[in-house]
């Protein structure tokens, strides 16, 4: 699987827009990027995922630009709630191929 | 619908003991997963299992057996317990491909 890079960690103001990028410049073409969210100490949390295309759920967007070598994951309005790690994790849909976690990014949202 | 559940949430071990530690989910799902996370890092993948009667190495597997007897339970065994396995260990599964994984609010395991 591709290597992913994230910054260890960002700020955002409660109710911003929170933009997270990813990079994964040596993702190949039946990969696709996930997104996963751990608060505090829980088990880790789904968020959306994606091939090419933009995807939008409930949660949060994903932007993946058009070479595919990075994205980002945007959380329109940002809650205290929404602090915590998050990981872009990229990964070929095959039996077996397990998620792949890094040091992901340490999202604090703040007041 | 409970999702994953794993048992117990909490241990305490003397070193060389043993324990097995149960993951079931309620989901129906194929692959499930074991991980490891220590303090402040990733979660890093022990062993895995596609389906029924299979499992297979991840990154981390030395210390640890696995057994997946039933679809719903994935066991993860300790022969003899180090206080190098002192960890949160988190248990995963997923219905398929394409889909998203669920993960159980984890065992925190400490060896002395």
């Known amino acids: 699987d591709a290597k992913t890079t994230q910054p260890p960690s960002m700020d955002c103001a409660e109710g911003r827009a929170a933009n997270l990028p990813c990079n994964h410049s040596?993702?190949?073409?039946?990969?696709?990027v996930y997104w996963y969210r751990q608060i505090h100490s829980q088990g880790p949390q789904y968020i959306i995922h994606?091939?090419?295309n933009n995807e939008t759920n409930e949660m949060a967007s994903l932007i993946i630009t058009e070479d595919r070598k990075s994205s980002t994951l945007i959380l329109p309005h940002a809650t205290l709630r929404d602090t915590a790690v998050y990981y872009c994790?990229?990964?070929?849909?095959?039996?077996?191929?397990?998620?792949?976690f890094g040091g992901g990014t340490r999202l604090m949202v703040k007041p | 619908n409970a999702g994953v559940t794993q048992t117990p949430k909490f241990r305490v071990l003397k070193t060389g003991q043993s324990m097995t530690l149960l993951c079931a989910q309620d989901?129906?799902?194929?692959?499930m997963y074991w991980y490891r996370q220590d303090p402040g890092m990733g979660l890093r993948l022990i062993h895995y299992s596609v389906g029924e009667g299979t499992t297979a190495k991840g990154e981390v597997p030395d210390g640890y057996n696995v057994s997946r007897l039933k679809k719903q339970n994935f066991l993860l065994g300790l022969e003899s317990a180090a206080p190098s396995q002192t960890s949160v260990y988190f248990c995963?599964?997923?219905?398929?491909?394409?889909?998203?994984?669920?993960f159980g609010q984890g065992t925190r395991l400490t060896v002395v």
């Open positions: 995963a599964s997923e219905g398929g491909l394409n889909t998203e994984a669920f």
């Open positions: 994606g091939l090419k």
């Open positions: 994790i990229v990964r070929v849909n095959n039996a077996g191929n397990m998620l792949t």
């Open positions: 989901m129906n799902h194929e692959y």
């Open positions: 040596t993702i190949s073409g039946n990969e696709y």
